[in-house]
């Protein structure tokens, strides 16, 4: 079936990077948009970026200059880059896709961010 694999999460000190990735399996990333989602415990996913088919690129204000998307389409895969990280950016980080009508979600990653 169709999935979308994420990896990259992991632990973080303030300041810090991490790149997180997100790969399609039986779905092709590279004709549809894809967008990060980020979820903290209580909250509603938060948009955070997300890269359209033909390329276009949109940030959330809260990471708009820290965080970069971007597509690989030979490895069938979305990137996100974030720098500078805080504390608040501790979350589980998700992509989604939308395929004939249909959406579609990776498991998440868990980024946690520490000082």
């Known amino acids: 079936q169709v999935q979308l694999v994420e990896s990259g999460g992991g632990s973080v000190q303030v300041g810090g990077s991490l790149t997180l990735s997100c790969t399609g399996s039986?779905?092709?990333?590279?004709?549809?948009?894809v967008s990060w989602y980020r979820q903290t415990p209580g909250n509603q996913r938060e948009f955070v970026a997300v890269?359209?088919?033909?390329?276009?690129?949109v940030y959330a204000d809260s990471v708009k200059g820290r965080a970069t998307i971007w597509r690989n389409n030979d490895e069938n895969t979305v990137y996100l880059q974030m720098n500078s990280l805080q504390p608040e950016d501790t979350a589980i980080y998700y992509c989604e896709t939308t395929n004939r009508n249909k959406d579609y979600w990776g498991q998440g990653a868990q980024v946690t961010v520490s000082s």
């Open positions: 039986r779905i092709i990333l590279s004709t549809n948009g």
């Open positions: 890269v359209a088919s033909g390329g276009a690129r």
